[in-house]
Structure formats: structure tokens, C-alpha cells
């Protein structure tokens, strides 16, 4: 609860205004029973239209004070509510922002994004009824109770007397809905991540004709929610006509008490019909309160899932670093001693006391099978994971002692998943470096063979790319990565498996264009086919976390099984396929 104090206290007025209105309202509530009682007793009973005038004024003024306290209490209690959720999101998006990539693969970006919409609104909106309801219910309660013990103290025996069987429903109820309300988030959970994970994979599932199989998935996890669902409002539809049932036995009760009180005159006939209304007014509000504790239960359940965003720390942080002004000006790296595994706590590290240096300027082909740790041992350079063990050098200096900005603005990766954005080629490949020119812009997008293709588009780079970059083919997707790495003018370059998808010719051309125009720039190239190394300073040949091989390409042939291995499989193919 501490930690919410600071989204209230800048709306802190709104928190206070908004359920004092709300008591504004009650209070008129309250009122109008009394005055009708008033209008019968002394006005239409007695046939004075003078009365009748008086009070009717009085009850129209009262309204005019409850529309005042209603609407406003509505106002102060949606801004409160809306303005807090906004703050909490503000904030919860910003440390997401912050994740390192561990943080992020221990949620899952389904449930970030399910936590930071969905369940801040359930948030948002128990804050809204609890400042509209939190002294409404309890005030109606005992204000209704209050006048009718005025008025009768006799007859609000009787209703006194039939409280406790309301209550006690009402607990019965909250015990056996409470769970099966809070069970209704985490089917609701599962239904968003499976929606979520089909549409966004519409495509693999179409391509592998699994459309079958995710439409089980959905009508399981829909299934499964409307059983929930069900299960929940069961109980609450059934105690409804038992309320009911209550209330008119009530009613029932009082006019009966009533109305022998009326026959030998010691109570008015206007006060039996004011008395009436205390009672739906009291059960109303047992009935708001028990709506209000239901809801909070779901609530509840959110809130303690956006804690566990907004409590997450980034386990990658520059605060400690000892050069944070310092900026990389070679783009020299040095893996000593690293090791490193995903899950802390178990199995085999995915590299295992790694030793490399890389000269700036130099290029260096990685070579390796899937899963040999290729991607995570470069992912280290720009600290997106940080080793268990031994260090990552960039110029000599641990990459924690710089700041991660000048870190990472010294290094471009061009991941193996790469994305593009919704917007124009310009605009995606301006994410590199906001402030290039068009021409700079055209210029790394020859670079990475990309010119060619974007020029052959109608609308050249102002094309838009649609959601992810669908309407460029794999190889063109690539390319626009590569250029947009460029942009930056990193000093170190990483590719990942960066041209997988791109022709040999242009892939070719690419790295000799890349030679000659970016020759300072420290060049790592992950690569399935030998052919896209075979030219590089030295490749480290990767096997299971290890390096097993390190060398020029003519070198390794002499002295690296792991490297003819991979070598004479490719040359078969090739031959294969050329034959
Ligand atoms: N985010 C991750 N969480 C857990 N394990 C991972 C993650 N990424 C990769 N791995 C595991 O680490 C090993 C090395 O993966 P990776 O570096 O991607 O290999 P490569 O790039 O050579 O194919 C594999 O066994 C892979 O399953
Ligand atoms: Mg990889």
C-alpha cells in the first residue's frame, strides 16, 4: 500500500473531494424519505397545498444538492482513479524499459503487456468505485438506520431483527465467490496469452496448417474461463432472490407492525412509506458493500502482478561503472576467463571459460553449431547479459565500468530476430541515428546492398513497412537491419547470422563494400555457411560453450577437426546442388 502513496498525493485533493461529495449525496438520500413522510403527514393528509409547496421546495433544493454531490463526487473519483492508473503505468513502463533481457525472459512479454493494460485498469477501476462507494454503502447504512430509529424506534426493531440473516448471506456469498472471482483472473491471463500468441504467429500457424490445433488451444482456454466465469456468478445469482426474498419479508414485517400502529394512531401514515425506503436503502447498500469486496478480490490479484513488475530490478545497471563519461574509441574486445549460463542455479554453462581477443578493426567469423552459444557469447559486448565469471573487455576496460549509453552506442548488433517497425524505410532505418541526413542514409543502404532494391520500390524510401517489416522479403529485411547498424558508425559491428537469408553474390559484395568503407570498425560475423567467413582475420570455431578452434581459414584447415567437419559437409552440398 506505501508504494502507492506517491501516485495519490499529486491528485490528493481529488482523493478526499471525491468521497466527501459522494457523503453530500447519501446525506440528500437520506432526506427524502423524510420530507415525503412530511408531505403526507402534514400536507396531504390534512389537505394543506401550503405544506405540500413547502416541502416539495425543500425536496427539490435537496435534489439539486445530491446532482451536485453525485456528479461531482463521479468527477473527483474518475480523475483520481484515471490520473493514478496513468502515473503507475508511466512508471511500470518505464522500468520495463529498464529490463535486461534476463528480466524479460522470467515474465514473458505476454504477461508484461497483459499486466501493464489490463491489469492496471482492473486497478484503476476498484480505485474509481471505492472512492465513489467507500462512505456511501457504510453511510446509507447508518443513516438509513439512524432516521428509522428516529422516526420509529419500535418498527426499526423489526428490520434490526432481520439484519443479521442478511448479513450472514452476505458472507456466505463473499466466502464462496471470493476465490472463484480471483480463479476468474488467471483464466482471463491464459486466454489473453493464447489469443496473443496465435495472432501474432498467424503466419507459422498457417504456413504449418496448425489451425486446427490453436483453435483447441482458444476454446480450451475459452472454455475454461466461461466455466469460471459461470461458476462465479452462480453464486451470486442465486443469493439474489434470496435477498429479494429478504427485503420483502422485511417490507412485509413493517407494513404489517406498521400498519397496527397506524389503525390506533400512534404512528403517521407518511412515515411508513419513508420507512420503506430506509429498508431498500440499507439493503442496497449490504448489497453495494458485498459488490465492492467481490470486486476488490480481482483487484486485489492485479495489483500484487504489477508489484512484481514495478519491484523487479534490472539486473544489468551502469550505476556502479567506473568511467561513466567514458566513450569507446577502438573497439577492441577481450573475453578472459567468461562463463556463463541462463539458469543460475542448474546445468552445464552455455560458455565455458572463454578466452578471446579481437584487435580493433579486425574481422572475425564465428562459426558453430545451433546452440553453441554463438549469439549469447556476443551478446556479453554490449552487456546485454553480464558473464557469471571472468570478464568482457572493450578497450581494455570492463564494459561495467562504462555507462550502458556509451556502451551500446558504440556497439551495433544486428540480431538474429531482427525487427522492423511500422513507418517508412527512412524512418525505420533513421531508429539507427536520428539526425542523419538522406544522403548518409542512402549511403550505408548501398553498403548492405539495400539501395538497389528500395530504389526499385514505387515509393522508394518512403515505403511503408507494415507492422514487424512484413512486406519486404526475409533477404531485403536483413539488408535494411544491416544499414540501419550501420547508421550509428559503430565500432564494434555484429552480425548475427545477419545475411542467412541473402544470396551469396550479394552477401559477397556486402562484406567487401563493408571492408573497404567501415575499415576501423571492429567486425564480428556469426555464420552458418564457412563461405561467409572464409576471408575474415580469424575464426573462432564455438562447440558447446568452447572454443575448439581459432585461426585463419587456412590455418584451421590444417589444425581444426570441428572446422573441416563443417567444411567438407558444406563443400557436399554445395556440390550436391550445383551438380
Ligand atoms: N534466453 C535464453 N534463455 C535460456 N536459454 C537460452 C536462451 N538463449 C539461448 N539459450 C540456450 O543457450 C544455448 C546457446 O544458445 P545460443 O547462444 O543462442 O546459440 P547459437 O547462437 O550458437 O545457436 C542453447 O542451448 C540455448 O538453448
Ligand atoms: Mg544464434
Redesign the pocket.
Known amino acids: 500500500m506505501k508504494r502507492y502513496g506517491k501516485y495519490i498525493k499529486p491528485y490528493l485533493s481529488a482523493f478526499i473531494i471525491g468521497p466527501i461529495l459522494m457523503v453530500v449525496e447519501v446525506l440528500g438520500e437520506i432526506m427524502l424519505p423524510k420530507f415525503m413522510a412530511s408531505i403526507i403527514n402534514e400536507g396531504v393528509v390534512p389537505h394543506s397545498t401550503a405544506v405540500i409547496v413547502k416541502y416539495g421546495l425543500f425536496m427539490i433544493l435537496t435534489a439539486a444538492i445530491m446532482f451536485i454531490g453525485g456528479t461531482g463526487g463521479a468527477y473527483f473519483g474518475a480523475k483520481a482513479s484515471i490520473n493514478f492508473a496513468a502515473d503507475l503505468r508511466k512508471d511500470a513502463f518505464a522500468n520495463v524499459q529498464k529490463f535486461s ?2 528480466n524479460i ?1 522470467k515474465f514473458s512479454t505476454g504477461s508484461i503487456v497483459t499486466r501493464l493494460t489490463n491489469d492496471i485498469t482492473q486497478v484503476q477501476n476498484m480505485i474509481n468505485m471505492m472512492l465513489r462507494m467507500m462512505l456511501r454503502a457504510p453511510g446509507m447504512l447508518i443513516g438509513a438506520l439512524i432516521m428509522a430509529f428516529i422516526m420509529n424506534a419500535r418498527l426499526a426493531v423489526v428490520v434490526l431483527a432481520i439484519m443479521p440473516l442478511l448479513i450472514g448471506t452476505i458472507i456466505v456469498v463473499i466466502k464462496f465467490a471470493f476465490p472463484r472471482f480471483q480463479a476468474l483472473q488467471t483464466k482471463i491471463d491464459k486466454l489473453n496469452s493464447t489469443v496473443r500468441e496465435s495472432v501474432t504467429n498467424v503466419r507459422v500457424i498457417k504456413s504449418f496448417v496448425r489451425g486446427d490445433f490453436e483453435q483447441e488451444k482458444f476454446e480450451k482456454a475459452n472454455g475454461d474461463l466461461k466455466e469460471t466465469s459461470l461458476k462465479a456468478f452462480k453464486v451470486i445469482i442465486t443469493a439474489m432472490p434470496l435477498m429479494a426474498f429478504f427485503m420483502n419479508a422485511t417490507t412485509l414485517l413493517v407494513v404489517w407492525f406498521g400498519g397496527k400502529q397506524i389503525i390506533v394512531g400512534d404512528m403517521p401514515v407518511g412515515d411508513l412509506t419513508a420507512f420503506i425506503t430506509y429498508i431498500t436503502q440499507i439493503l442496497t447498500s449490504l448489497l453495494m458493500s458485498s459488490m465492492m469486496i467481490l470486486q476488490s478480490s480481482r483487484a486485489i490479484a492485479s495489483a500484487k502482478r504489477i508489484n512484481e513488475v514495478i519491484d523487479t530490478k534490472t539486473d544489468i545497471s551502469d550505476d556502479d561503472a567506473l568511467y561513466p563519461d567514458k566513450v569507446v574509441s577502438s573497439g577492441s574486445v577481450e573475453f578472459k576467463d567468461v562463463t556463463f549460463r ?2 543460475k542455479h542448474s546445468g552445464e554453462p ?2 565455458n571459460n572463454i578466452n578471446l581477443k579481437i584487435e580493433s578493426g579486425e574481422t572475425v567469423g564465428i562459426i ?10 556476443v ?1 556479453l559486448i554490449a552487456r546485454l547479459y553480464d558473464p557469471d565469471a571472468g570478464e568482457v573487455l572493450v578497450d581494455g576496460v570492463n564494459v561495467k565500468d562504462y555507462s550502458l549509453y556509451n556502451l551500446r552506442e558504440a556497439v551495433s548488433m544486428v540480431l ?1 530476430k531482427n525487427v522492423l517497425f511500422s513507418g517508412s524505410i527512412l524512418e525505420n532505418l533513421r531508429w539507427g541515428k536520428e539526425e542523419a541526413t538522406d544522403e548518409e542514409i542512402r549511403e550505408v543502404a548501398k553498403i548492405a546492398e539495400a539501395d538497389g532494391f528500395v530504389t526499385g520500390f514505387k515509393e522508394g524510401y518512403e515505403t511503408d513497412l507494415g507492422q514487424g517489416g512484413v512486406n519486404v522479403s526475409g533477404g531485403q529485411k536483413q539488408r535494411l537491419c544491416i544499414a540501419r547498424a550501420l547508421l550509428k558508425n559503430p565500432k564494434i559491428l555484429i552480425l ?2 545477419s545475411t542467412s537469408a541473402v544470396d551469396t553474390a550479394t552477401e559477397r559484395n556486402i562484406r567487401s563494400k563493408l571492408t573497404k568503407t567501415n575499415k576501423d570498425t571492429t567486425k564480428i560475423i ?1 555464420a552458418q555457411r564457412i563461405s561467409s567467413v572464409i576471408d575474415a582475420d580469424k575464426i573462432v570455431v ?1 562447440d558447446d ?1 568452447q572454443i575448439v578452434g581459432l585461426g585463419t581459414h587456412d590455418e584451421l584447415m590444417n589444425s581444426c577437426e570441428a572446422y573441416k567437419e563443417i567444411y567438407y559437409s558444406q563443400m557436399d552440398k554445395e556440390v550436391m546442388a550445383n551438380g
Not at 558453430?368 to 557469447?377: A, C, E, F, P, R
Request: hydrophobic fraction near 25%; charge should be negative.
Open positions: 533481457f534476463n525472459d541462463y539458469y552455455v560458455l558453430g553449431s545451433t546452440g553453441s552459444g554463438k549469439t549469447t557469447l551478446s538474429q548475427d547470422d556469426i564455438l560453450g
